[in-house]
């Protein structure tokens, strides 16, 4: 695993997205589960760390 992972980030409506390089502004996310939800794919999952820009 590399050792200094990005995390990019198009989702505009978050305040830790810098639009200018698709990237979020956190040091770490927090993934988390969506409720009722088994796809098996990357759909059941979110960014528990969203943040309204707007707050």
Do not use: F, G, W
């Not at 989702?11 to 969506?34: G, Q, R």
Request: glycine share 0%; aromatic share 4%; net charge negative.
């Amino acid at each position: 695993m590399e050792a200094n992972q990005k995390i990019n980030c198009t989702v505009e409506s978050c305040k830790y997205n810098n639009p200018e390089k698709a990237k979020c502004t956190l040091e770490a996310i927090h993934v988390a589960p969506m409720k009722n939800i088994d796809t098996k794919n990357a759909d059941e999952s979110m960014c528990a760390s969203y943040e309204n820009e707007q707050k």
